[in-house]
């Protein structure tokens, strides 16, 4: 079905984040849409509000204990010279974690009075106003001893914002002041913040210093402020920030990785840090809302489509690689992805503001996606552990953290979380529009007058969602409800990824019980009719189990297929498959079957089906029929450390066969002091090449110029007289090089002697390494290796004959 143009409402209605209010028109520019905040949205279902009770009783209080054990908050203390010490966490950017922390706890109190919670808030904001230096500046890493400042906040105040993060902190502490005094009324933190505000519009400009942040977000904060306080000057800060982008007149440019190499209005390719950018958009979005600049919506328009059609995760998530945390060139997806949590939730802030700027479905499309899978994957089901990086595979050596030492995924979980029920619906003039499918109810204030809509539905365990509409008066206004593309055989917008074999089940749409036909308008299918109290609203989505299938560009995934049914994307897990899953393959003819499994990860539904498990077997290749049994990719590692995949072979030669036991694989591995990933050295996979981030890797990074080594101790006594080693070597990405020198030691009782041979000891990068030698019996053999001087190094697999 096509998806035909709307006319955009031309009234424009004010919103401040989550808990701002749906207004009436409104005589300045803003976005055409307004959503409906979270006091005016109950969720009641099965799935979301299990999900937001645990981050309300278990996240919050989880992240806020570890931002006291790591120092967050005692940074503070010190330099509101309540405590006596130095600086005390990690990184300059950490006041930013407590501040983040702040505004999720907001949303937690404007939903539901927590007496506790509330005074937990008024004295942690005490000690941050206390922080505060007298002319507004905040910045624990400076104000607690500036002669001691690490190297990241510059020797002077403002003098490496490339690194230092002073404005990307004050950015989450604009938003977490509006957020506290939305929820309480109160002004204690907010004070706090239009004092620094002030300062920063008395630093930054056209006459005073012309240094935009190294990472994006006071310009997010700055709008939020302009909206509560009404102040031009905040809008006015937040579009210089943009604007000094690519500026050289104004400063020495940082690069792509800042999203610093050209205007922002002249961009058209995503590049450089994925949270970075997505902030940018976001800001941009604001900004173009309010001031009417159609320069900043098409530089969007271009840049959404090239994350869009060629740099998307099937789950949604952004950023290829984690060298710089960012994005690849075009169709570089693999699947060893970085995807980080911060990432996704960026990306769904960044869509939610282009739908209220456009009306158009498919912008909630690519929020939906990204928010039930990528950021989802971020939490635990428990609301205590995370993941930074979300990968669409594992070998096992990915398991979520309660902590990081750069936390900025899990204080940002809460905040974004809790603000989901704001995204739901939304206004322009006498159109309501339905975004998202959850159980509950919401009041709506529409032109006629309040307008209490409920939902019923099992949403996304199924495709039936009635919609009972009751405004407070009988009338006229507009009802539009989303049609996901998913339902329609488009999982994205785009041609990235597409549907193996479309679906033959159509979506229908009922009012008060009788079919009617769906006119789609950029997604939403439009209702214009009288309405009255009670009337339903039937829309039914078909939910088969459909196989995905990548643009043929996208050569991590060529030749396999994926699973989706409904908004989720499905993983196959080792718990499930005999502890491996990079063995199977799955036919595009093997049925497949949806199943409700109740003592499952909290209750999901499953797809299950027949797939074949390829083995190596006395030197043959042997393919096995085998249950198959996918979860939700949320879910994956809940049940232990082992294999995961989302793409699966769909022909022999892409499966990675179980190999056969070796020595080297029945060995016990150690290492010199420092070494990591010691089960990379022996799990047996198969290198694409020295920079293959797939595999798990040993390495010794940080540690460079020094003489380490390896060893294996082998289950008894052997003959061995070979050895071939894969080096790690991850050029233009991070440390690690192959190793100056390095030769093979045997154990004789208490001694390590070198090996017999005439072979040289090479170390060429993508391939083996093979060193031949006269034979010796032994309990155990080493490596020994000379690091780089400048660099350090790695392993990426270690046999031995």
Same mark, same amino acid.
């Given at each position: 079905?096509?998806?035909?143009?709307?006319?955009?409402?031309?009234?424009?209605?004010?919103?401040?984040?989550?808990?701002?209010?749906?207004?009436?028109?409104?005589?300045?520019?803003?976005?055409?849409?307004?959503?409906?905040?979270?006091?005016?949205?109950?969720?009641?279902?099965?799935?979301?509000?299990?999900?937001?009770?645990?981050?309300?009783?278990?996240?919050?209080?989880?992240?806020?204990?570890?931002?006291?054990?790591?120092?967050?908050?005692?940074?503070?203390?010190?330099?509101?010279?309540?405590?006596?010490?130095?600086?005390?966490?990690?990184?300059?950017?950490?006041?930013?974690?407590?501040?983040?922390?702040?505004?999720?706890?907001?949303?937690?109190?404007?939903?539901?009075?927590?007496?506790?919670?509330?005074?937990?808030?008024?004295?942690?904001?005490?000690?941050?106003?206390?922080?505060?230096?007298?002319?507004?500046?905040?910045?624990?890493?400076?104000?607690?001893?500036?002669?001691?400042?690490?190297? !990241?906040?510059?020797?002077?105040?403002?003098?490496?914002?490339?690194?230092?993060?002073?404005?990307?902190?004050?950015?989450?502490?604009?938003?977490?002041?509006?957020?506290?005094?939305?929820?309480?009324?109160?002004?204690?933190?907010?004070?706090?913040?239009?004092?620094?505000?002030?300062?920063?519009?008395?630093?930054?400009?056209?006459?005073?210093?012309?240094?935009?942040?190294?990472?994006?977000?006071?310009?997010?904060?700055?709008?939020?402020?302009?909206?509560?306080?009404?102040?031009?000057?905040?809008?006015?800060?937040?579009?210089?920030?943009?604007?000094?982008?690519?500026?050289?007149?104004?400063?020495?440019?940082?690069?792509?990785?800042?999203?610093?190499?050209?205007?922002?209005?002249?961009?058209?390719?995503?590049?450089?840090?994925?949270?970075?950018?997505?902030?940018?958009?976001?800001?941009?979005?604001?900004?173009?809302?309010?001031?009417?600049?159609?320069?900043?919506?098409?530089?969007?328009?271009?840049?959404?489509?090239?994350?869009?059609?060629?740099?998307?995760?099937?789950?949604?998530?952004?950023?290829?690689?984690?060298?710089?945390?960012?994005?690849?060139?075009?169709?570089?997806?693999?699947?060893?992805?970085?995807?980080?949590?911060?990432?996704?939730?960026?990306?769904?802030?960044?869509?939610?503001?282009?739908?209220?700027?456009?009306?158009?479905?498919?912008?909630?499309?690519?929020?939906?996606?990204?928010?039930?899978?990528? !950021?989802?994957?971020?939490?635990?089901?428990?609301?205590?552990?995370?993941?930074?990086?979300?990968?669409?595979?594992?070998?096992?050596?990915?398991?979520?953290?309660?902590?990081?030492?750069?936390?900025?995924?899990?204080?940002?979980?809460?905040?974004?979380?809790?603000?989901?029920?704001?995204?739901?619906?939304?206004?322009?003039?006498?159109?309501?529009?339905?975004?998202?499918?959850?159980?509950?109810?919401?009041?709506?204030? !529409?032109?006629?007058?309040?307008?209490?809509?409920?939902?019923?539905?099992?949403?996304?365990?199924?495709?039936?969602?009635?919609?009972?509409?009751?405004?407070?008066?009988?009338?006229?206004?507009?009802?539009?409800?989303?049609?996901?593309?998913?339902?329609?055989?488009?999982?994205?917008?785009?041609?990235?990824?597409?549907?193996?074999?479309?679906?033959?089940?159509?979506?229908?749409?009922?009012?008060?019980?009788?079919?009617?036909?769906?006119?789609?308008?950029?997604?939403?299918?439009?209702?214009?009719?009288?309405?009255?109290?009670?009337?339903?609203?039937?829309?039914?989505?078909?939910?088969?189990?459909?196989?995905?299938?990548?643009?043929?560009?996208?050569?991590?995934?060529?030749?396999?297929?994926?699973?989706?049914?409904?908004?989720?994307?499905?993983?196959?897990?080792?718990?499930?498959?005999?502890?491996?899953?990079?063995?199977?393959?799955?036919?595009?003819?093997?049925?497949?079957?949806?199943?409700?499994?109740?003592?499952?990860?909290?209750?999901? !539904?499953?797809?299950?089906?027949?797939?074949?498990?390829?083995?190596?077997?006395?030197?043959?290749?042997?393919?096995?029929?085998?249950?198959?049994?996918?979860?939700?990719?949320?879910?994956?590692?809940?049940?232990?450390?082992?294999?995961?995949?989302?793409?699966?072979?769909?022909?022999?030669?892409?499966?990675?066969?179980?190999?056969?036991?070796?020595?080297?694989?029945?060995?016990?591995?150690?290492?010199?002091?420092?070494?990591?990933?010691?089960?990379?050295?022996?799990?047996?996979?198969?290198?694409?090449?020295?920079?293959?981030?797939?595999?798990?890797?040993?390495?010794?990074?940080?540690?460079?110029?020094?003489?380490?080594?390896?060893?294996?101790?082998?289950?008894?006594?052997?003959?061995?007289?070979?050895?071939?080693?894969?080096?790690?070597?991850?050029?233009?990405?991070?440390?690690?090089?192959?190793?100056?020198?390095?030769?093979?030691?045997?154990?004789?009782?208490?001694?390590?002697?070198?090996?017999?041979?005439?072979?040289?000891?090479?170390?060429?990068?993508?391939?083996?390494?093979?060193?031949?030698?006269?034979?010796?019996?032994?309990?155990?053999?080493?490596?020994?290796?000379?690091?780089?001087?400048?660099?350090?190094?790695?392993?990426?697999?270690?046999?031995?004959?």
């Amino acid at each position: 079905m096509m998806r035909r143009a709307i006319v955009v409402c031309a009234v424009a209605a004010a919103i401040s984040g989550a808990l701002g209010r749906a207004q009436g028109p409104a005589p300045a520019p803003d976005y055409p849409t307004a959503p409906v905040p979270i006091t005016s949205v109950t969720f009641a279902d099965a799935f979301w509000a299990p999900r937001l009770e645990t981050v309300r009783s278990v996240t919050i209080d989880a992240t806020f204990r570890q931002s006291e054990a790591t120092g967050r908050i005692k940074n503070f203390e010190i330099a509101a010279r309540e405590a006596a010490g130095e600086f005390c966490s990690r990184y300059a950017f950490d006041d930013s974690d407590v501040f983040k922390l702040i505004e999720g706890a907001s949303y937690a109190l404007a939903v539901r009075r927590d007496a506790a919670l509330d005074a937990y808030l008024d004295a942690l904001i005490a000690k941050i106003a206390k922080a505060q230096e007298p002319d507004g500046y905040l910045y624990t890493a400076r104000t607690i001893d500036p002669s001691k400042a690490m190297a !990241m906040a510059g020797k002077e105040r403002w003098s490496n914002l490339e690194h230092s993060h002073e404005l990307y902190n004050l950015g989450h502490l604009y938003e977490a002041a509006v957020a506290h005094h939305q929820a309480t009324g109160k002004t204690t933190l907010l004070g706090v913040a239009t004092k620094s505000a002030d300062l920063i519009a008395k630093t930054f400009g056209p006459a005073g210093l012309r240094y935009p942040p190294g990472h994006q977000e006071i310009e997010i904060g700055l709008v939020k402020l302009h909206r509560l306080t009404k102040d031009p000057k905040y809008l006015s800060l937040a579009k210089f920030f943009l604007d000094e982008r690519g500026n050289p007149a104004g400063h020495t440019l940082y690069g792509e990785y800042s999203q610093d190499h050209k205007p922002v209005v002249d961009q058209d390719t995503a590049v450089g840090h994925s949270v970075r950018a997505a902030y940018m958009y976001s800001a941009m979005a604001d900004v173009a809302a309010l001031t009417n600049d159609h320069r900043y919506i098409a530089a969007l328009d271009r840049l959404w489509e090239d994350v869009v059609f060629r740099k998307l995760y099937l789950t949604g998530g952004i950023g290829a690689t984690g060298a710089w945390e960012g994005f690849g060139p075009a169709y570089d997806l693999p699947n060893s992805a970085y995807a980080e949590t911060c990432a996704s939730i960026a990306n769904a802030l960044w869509n939610f503001r282009m739908f209220l700027l456009k009306q158009d479905a498919r912008y909630i499309d690519v929020y939906e996606r990204a928010v039930y899978n990528a !950021m989802l994957s971020g939490i635990s089901l428990e609301g205590d552990t995370f993941f930074y990086p979300n990968p669409l595979l594992s070998l096992g050596q990915h398991e979520r953290s309660p902590w990081f030492a750069c936390a900025c995924c899990p204080s940002n979980l809460p905040r974004f979380m809790l603000s989901i029920p704001s995204h739901a619906y939304a206004v322009a003039g006498d159109q309501l529009f339905v975004n998202l499918f959850v159980q509950g109810t919401a009041r709506v204030p !529409m032109p006629g007058g309040a307008v209490a809509v409920e939902q019923q539905t099992r949403y996304p365990w199924d495709g039936d969602v009635r919609i009972r509409v009751s405004p407070a008066k009988a009338g006229p206004f507009g009802l539009r409800i989303r049609v996901p593309g998913w339902a329609l055989n488009h999982p994205v917008p785009g041609d990235l990824y597409r549907d193996l074999t479309p679906g033959r089940e159509t979506v229908t749409l009922k009012v008060n019980g009788l079919l009617v036909p769906i006119r789609l308008e950029r997604g939403f299918a439009v209702i214009a009719r009288d309405w009255a109290a009670g009337d339903t609203v039937d829309l039914h989505l078909p939910m088969p189990v459909r196989r995905v299938v990548s643009h043929p560009a996208v050569k991590a995934d060529d030749g396999r297929v994926a699973i989706e049914r409904g908004p989720l994307v499905y993983a196959a897990e080792f718990v499930d498959h005999g502890g491996r899953v990079t063995n199977l393959i799955l036919a595009d003819q093997s049925p497949l079957a949806a199943e409700w499994r109740p003592d499952l990860l909290k209750g999901v !539904m499953t797809v299950t089906g027949r797939a074949s498990a390829v083995k190596a077997r006395h030197g043959a290749t042997v393919a096995e029929p085998v249950p198959l049994t996918l979860i939700p990719y949320y879910g994956w590692a809940h049940r232990g450390k082992g294999e995961m995949a989302v793409w699966l072979a769909r022909r022999p030669d892409l499966a990675r066969p179980a190999p056969e036991p070796t020595l080297a694989s029945a060995s016990k591995a150690s290492s010199s002091e420092g070494g990591k990933s010691l089960q990379g050295l022996n799990e047996q996979y198969e290198p694409s090449d020295s920079n293959d981030h797939t595999a798990i890797y040993f390495h010794w990074w940080p540690k460079k110029g020094s003489t380490e080594w390896v060893q294996y101790e082998f289950p008894a006594e052997s003959t061995v007289s070979e050895t071939s080693v894969y080096w790690f070597d991850d050029t233009g990405q991070g440390g690690c090089r192959v190793p100056r020198s390095w030769r093979v030691l045997y154990k004789r009782g208490d001694q390590w002697l070198p090996v017999d041979t005439r072979d040289a000891f090479t170390v060429a990068k993508d391939a083996y390494n093979t060193v031949r030698f006269a034979p010796v019996r032994t309990p155990a053999i080493r490596l020994e290796v000379v690091l780089p001087a400048d660099f350090s190094a790695g392993i990426q697999e270690w046999k031995v004959r």
